[in-house]
């Protein structure tokens, strides 16, 4: 059964930085690529980043870019994603997802069929 768990959320003051961990279990994932999407209180979830299986490939929402970093360690199973310069509009529940296919790397959520519990990040301004 596979499970993913993301971890590293918390409280910090704009400016600030977090590293959000996604731990997979039950499969492997270095054959296919990882995604971060995000929700915010009352607005739909959107996506954030997305990581090839290789890792070599990356791509982000417009409104993270150049602040947030996406990364992955196959052997551990694990991505993450470094948030950097945080603002109060990036206060949200952040998940990580597996998508259906291994070899998708797009940013469409009902292409993912894999999601964590999310974990709360607070950026107070």
């Known amino acids: 059964q596979v499970h993913v768990q993301e971890s590293g959320g918390g409280l910090v003051q704009a400016g600030g930085s977090l590293r959000l961990s996604c731990a997979v279990s039950?499969?492997?994932?270095?054959?296919?690529?990882m995604g971060w999407f995000r929700q915010a209180p009352g607005k739909e979830r959107e996506f954030v980043a997305q990581?090839?299986?290789?890792?070599?490939?990356?791509r982000y929402a417009d409104s993270v870019k150049g602040r947030f970093t996406i990364s992955r360690n196959n052997a551990q199973a694990t991505i993450y994603l470094q948030l950097n310069s945080l603002k109060p509009e990036d206060t949200a529940v952040y998940y990580c997802?597996?998508?259906?296919?291994?070899?998708?790397?797009?940013?469409?959520?009902?292409?993912?069929?894999?999601w964590g519990q999310g974990t709360q990040v607070t950026v107070s301004s």
């Open positions: 997802a597996i998508p259906k296919s291994s070899s998708y790397t797009g940013t469409q959520m009902n292409q993912y069929n894999y």
């Open positions: 039950g499969r492997t994932i270095s054959s296919t690529g």
């Open positions: 990581i090839a299986s290789s890792g070599l490939i990356v």
